[in-house]
Every structure is written in structure tokens, then in C-alpha cells.
């Protein structure tokens, strides 16, 4: 007995689900960043295990250039969060309405 | 054996921390259990030999961003619960009726890549970390290059989107006006 590529991307598919539905169901701006964090890991987990188990590095290649776009989303949406949230006092998803018709 | 007992056991530690980070109604506890979740997510790295992506995973992740996010939250009321409250249950049901479907689609299609070669195998002489170095700075540099200013970029962004006083340029200033400059907590004083 031991672990498959298939245990992998079904851990992966687990978690990426539990990202997906903090991100459907949170009305915090914060936990729909957290949300996207979670979903970005669980695709790093499976791009990591497809590269062990096909032996071939362009995985991880890929898996490091997700990490790097995680770290300036954080940075740049963090930014667009403070500044909302001096402007409007709240960081409710619904309070996002401007442009309501 | 031994990979066994540690794959189940830090997929039921991460799905834990995760699931906590989701339900949670305490931004403070969801960001204690993401930071734990993603280190141990790292494990999951060292299990597949990828030992350079665990170390970047923990630097990167529970270092920088969880430190970012701990000092914006401290822009935010993180007491002041958001309502949580779903204006369109329907709409939401069937959203995640699709992804379900869809998963279920990904799953079940055949697999074209099965007979695909390795572009750039694993040397086992070399060790992940040099080979890594191998192919990063020989058929990955242009990317690594363009993630690079990216990095840049985002970092400006952030400090003119967080920062304070962006509108006043203190190097075109003398140093009497500098000091007779209002702060933010005076002129609310004076407002008073």
C-alpha cells in the first residue's frame, strides 16, 4: 500500500472545494482573500504531485510562478482593501454596489 | 509505510485548518488556521521530494503573507463582524451545482497526457534544489524575469494604494513647511 497520484488530486480536489465555497459563501472581503489563498495551494499540491509522479520538473516550474502571482495579489488587493475600507468604514462584500443600475 | 501514515494524517490536518478557516467567524482564528494549514501543506512538498517548493511554501506563505495579512487586519475592525447573510440561496445552489458538475466532468474525461514524455526529466544525481536551479535559469528565466517586475509592481501598487500622505510630496518641501505641516491628529483636534 502505498500513495497514489490519485490520492494526491483528490486531496487537491478537497481542498479547492473548501476554498470554493468560503469564496461563494463569505460575505468578508478578508475570507474571500483567504478563500483565494486556500484555492491557489490546492493547485500548487497538484502540480507537485503530477511532477513526482511523471518525473518531470515543469510542475513545480509552474507551481513556483503561482506562489509568486499569490504574493503580489495579496499585496495589491490588500492595498485596494485598506483604501476601501477608509472609505466606506466596512469591508462587506455587499457594500461593493457602486455601479448598481 | 511511513509515507502512508504521514499523507493521511497531514491531509486530515490540513482539511481541519482550512475547514475552520472557511466557517470561522473570527478573522483573527481564520488567519491562525490558513498560516497552520499552509505549513502544513508544506509537508505535502517534502513528501514528494519538491523540498525547495516546501521550504519557498513556508517562507513565502506563512512568512510574507500571513505577515501582510496580520498587519492589514490592523487597518480593519476585525470585532466588527461582517453579516453573513445569502440575499439569492437559489442562485448560490445552483453555482455550486455547476462546479460540482463540472469537477465531476474533469474527473470522469479521458486523460490525453498519458502517453506524454518528460520535457524536463528529474536528474535523482543532482538533488531538487540544484535541479530546480537547472531549469529555472536555462528554459525559465524570461518568466522568472517577468515575475520578477510583477513582484515590483505589486509592491509599488500597494505602498501608493496603503500608503498615507501620497498626495504630498515631502522632497519638494522645505523644512519649515514640513514642520508646520498638519498631521492627521491635529486637524481632527482642531475640528474638535
Same mark, same amino acid.
Given at each position: 500500500?502505498?500513495v497514489t497520484l490519485n490520492d494526491y488530486l483528490i486531496?487537491s480536489t478537497?481542498?479547492?472545494?473548501?476554498?470554493?465555497?468560503?469564496?461563494?459563501?463569505?460575505?468578508?472581503?478578508? =475570507?474571500?482573500?483567504?478563500?483565494?489563498?486556500? =484555492?491557489?495551494?490546492?493547485v500548487n499540491i497538484g502540480m507537485a504531485a503530477i511532477s513526482k509522479f511523471h518525473g518531470d520538473l515543469t510542475g513545480q516550474m509552474f507551481a513556483f510562478f503561482i506562489?509568486?502571482?499569490?504574493?503580489?495579489?495579496?499585496?495589491?488587493?490588500?492595498?485596494?482593501?485598506?483604501?476601501?475600507?477608509?472609505?466606506?468604514?466596512?469591508?462587506?462584500?455587499?457594500?461593493?454596489?457602486?455601479?448598481?443600475? | 509505510?511511513?509515507?502512508?501514515?504521514?499523507?493521511?494524517?497531514?491531509?486530515?490536518?490540513?482539511?481541519?485548518?482550512?475547514?475552520?478557516?472557511?466557517?470561522?467567524?473570527?478573522?483573527?482564528?481564520?488567519?491562525?488556521?490558513?498560516?497552520?494549514?499552509?505549513?502544513?501543506?508544506?509537508?505535502?512538498f517534502?513528501?514528494l521530494g519538491a523540498?525547495?517548493l516546501?521550504?519557498?511554501?513556508?517562507?513565502?506563505?506563512?512568512?510574507?503573507?500571513?505577515?501582510?495579512?496580520?498587519?492589514?487586519?490592523?487597518?480593519?475592525?476585525?470585532?466588527?463582524?461582517?453579516?453573513?447573510?445569502?440575499?439569492?440561496?437559489?442562485?448560490?445552489?445552483?453555482?455550486?451545482?455547476?462546479?460540482?458538475?463540472?469537477v465531476?466532468a474533469i474527473f470522469v474525461a479521458p486523460i490525453i497526457g498519458a502517453n506524454a514524455t518528460a520535457h524536463y526529466p528529474i536528474h535523482e544525481?543532482y538533488?531538487n534544489?540544484?535541479d530546480i536551479?537547472l531549469v529555472l535559469?536555462t528554459k525559465y528565466?524570461?518568466p522568472?524575469?517577468?515575475?520578477?517586475?510583477?513582484?515590483?509592481?505589486?509592491?509599488?501598487?500597494?505602498?501608493?494604494?496603503?500608503?498615507?500622505?501620497?498626495?504630498?510630496?515631502?522632497?519638494?518641501?522645505?523644512?519649515?513647511?514640513?514642520?508646520?505641516?498638519?498631521?492627521?491628529?491635529?486637524?481632527?483636534?482642531?475640528?474638535?
Open positions: 500500500m502505498s486531496l478537497l481542498i479547492f472545494m473548501i476554498g470554493m465555497y468560503g469564496a461563494l459563501r463569505r460575505k468578508n472581503l478578508l =475570507m474571500l482573500f483567504f478563500s483565494t489563498e486556500i =484555492m491557489l495551494n490546492a506562489i509568486a502571482i499569490a504574493a503580489s495579489e495579496v499585496a495589491i488587493g490588500l492595498g485596494l482593501l485598506v483604501l476601501w475600507f477608509k472609505r466606506n468604514n466596512n469591508i462587506n462584500l455587499d457594500s461593493l454596489q457602486s455601479m448598481k443600475g | 509505510m511511513f509515507e502512508v501514515v504521514a499523507f493521511y494524517l497531514f491531509a486530515f490536518l490540513t482539511i481541519a485548518m482550512f475547514t475552520v478557516t472557511v466557517i470561522t467567524k473570527n478573522a483573527l482564528y481564520a488567519l491562525s488556521s490558513l498560516a497552520a494549514g499552509m505549513i502544513f501543506i508544506s509537508a505535502f517534502f513528501l523540498e525547495f516546501g521550504a519557498v511554501q513556508i517562507v513565502v506563505y506563512t512568512g510574507a503573507v500571513m505577515a501582510l495579512y496580520a498587519f492589514g487586519m490592523m487597518f480593519f475592525d476585525s470585532i466588527n463582524d461582517v453579516q453573513e447573510s445569502v440575499a439569492n440561496p437559489r442562485l448560490t445552489f445552483m453555482l455550486t451545482g455547476i462546479v460540482a458538475l463540472l465531476v544525481a538533488g534544489t540544484q536551479g535559469f528565466l524570461v522568472f524575469e517577468v515575475a520578477a517586475v510583477m513582484l515590483l509592481v505589486a509592491m509599488i501598487g500597494g505602498i501608493i494604494l496603503a500608503g498615507k500622505k501620497m498626495d504630498i510630496s515631502i522632497t519638494q518641501l522645505s523644512e519649515h513647511e514640513i514642520d508646520n505641516h498638519k498631521t492627521d491628529t491635529e486637524i481632527e483636534k482642531d475640528i474638535k
